[in-house]
């Protein structure tokens, strides 16, 4: 049975030899059963947040890891009873799906029947139950990563990190998986750090989101709160799609697509029509506008041409105003 543990960082950095610092000191916690997604750009340093709470690497001098009251910060990952899932999979090729589920269990010393009844109780959790006997190059993309994420759970781990797991998959797939695992992860209660690019598998996973740029973190809440209430223009830019309006005060002034509304033309900001994309439940429309280049959703099936002169109207009531920052530098990840 797994049993949920707080993971703490106290002041945690990371140095490389060579002077770059790939993640300034940092503290950040993680409650028990959590599920907490770092987010950010490559080399912002979610990656390098993910190994030091796991173990494969350590931080700076001074810095400190502690799973509950434990100390395990000088622990290798192999010592803390953490699960891994990688977007590499990284599952063993001379063994079929049962028996790599069932690796660590074998590696901790527990009686075959147990290691058994352990591996198919996880493989039915991740709909892998009927592809035990099934070699590894036999199975798909979205299999394998089904069995990667069974065997880390197998384990009954303390706390469960992923690395960017879904990224090599096709885009139907990813959408499948994410819900999946965010539904899983939820079910079971394992302290999950799941770290990604990308902010729709982060709204579908997370409890909670820390969106990081270089080497720090901008913000921590809920997919809600870091969608509507970001707390500077790093984070609006990046979590989401954003629409900006002139500068009438030196500060940056911006709106999200769905906080517009398409009006007659001579009402609101004049634009035209650049291009159309039909999304179903509402169609993207994209402007070259008095104000610049906009986008917006319509959900009133107009039909529009490019070239079409139209207004735009904005919600002053969502916009967003942030003091001009200058854009973070890329750092390692």
């Known amino acids: 049975m797994i049993d949920p543990t707080r993971i703490e960082a106290r002041a945690c950095a990371r140095t490389y030899p060579n002077g770059t610092r790939a993640l300034h000191p940092t503290d950040l916690g993680v409650e028990p059963g959590e599920r907490l997604v770092l987010l950010g750009p490559s080399g912002c340093g979610k990656t390098t947040m993910l190994r030091i709470l796991s173990g494969l690497d350590r931080p700076d001098p001074g810095g400190r890891v502690l799973f509950g009251d434990d100390d395990v910060t000088d622990r290798p990952i192999e010592r803390r009873n953490v699960g891994m899932v990688f977007q590499s999979y990284a599952l063993f090729p001379n063994m079929c799906v049962a028996q790599n589920v069932a690796y660590g269990l074998r590696l901790k010393g527990l009686p075959r029947a147990e290691r058994e009844a352990r591996a198919a109780h996880y493989m039915r959790l991740c709909r892998i139950e009927a592809l035990g006997a099934r070699r590894i190059d036999q ?58 690019h990308d902010q729709v598998e982060a709204m579908a996973i997370a409890d909670r989101i820390v969106v990081m740029s ?57 634009a035209r029509v650049v291009a159309t994309t039909y999304l179903g439940a509402a169609t993207r429309v994209t402007l070259d506008s008095e104000a610049g280049p906009m986008r917006v959703l319509d959900h009133e099936a107009r039909r529009l041409a490019p070239g079409d002169a139209i207004g735009v109207r904005v919600d002053e009531s969502r916009v967003m105003t942030f003091p001009t920052q200058p854009a973070p530098e890329p750092r390692p990840s």
């Open 139 to 196: 199975l798909s993309g979205g299999q394998r990563q089904r069995v990667a994420l069974a065997r880390a759970l197998a384990a009954e781990p303390r706390a469960l990190f992923l690395d960017e797991p879904l990224t090599a998959l096709d885009a139907s797939l990813r959408e499948t998986l994410r819900e999946e695992i965010g539904a899983l992860l939820a079910e079971l209660s394992v302290t999950s750090v799941y770290v990604t």
């Open 214 to 270: 270089a080497g720090r973190i901008e913000q921590i809440g809920t997919p809600r709160d870091v969608y509507e209430r970001p707390q500077n223009l790093f984070v609006a830019t990046f979590f989401g799609e954003t629409n900006r309006l002139p500068d009438t005060d030196g500060r940056t002034h911006l709106v999200r697509p769905e906080h517009m509304r398409l009006v007659p033309p001579g009402e609101g900001i004049a």
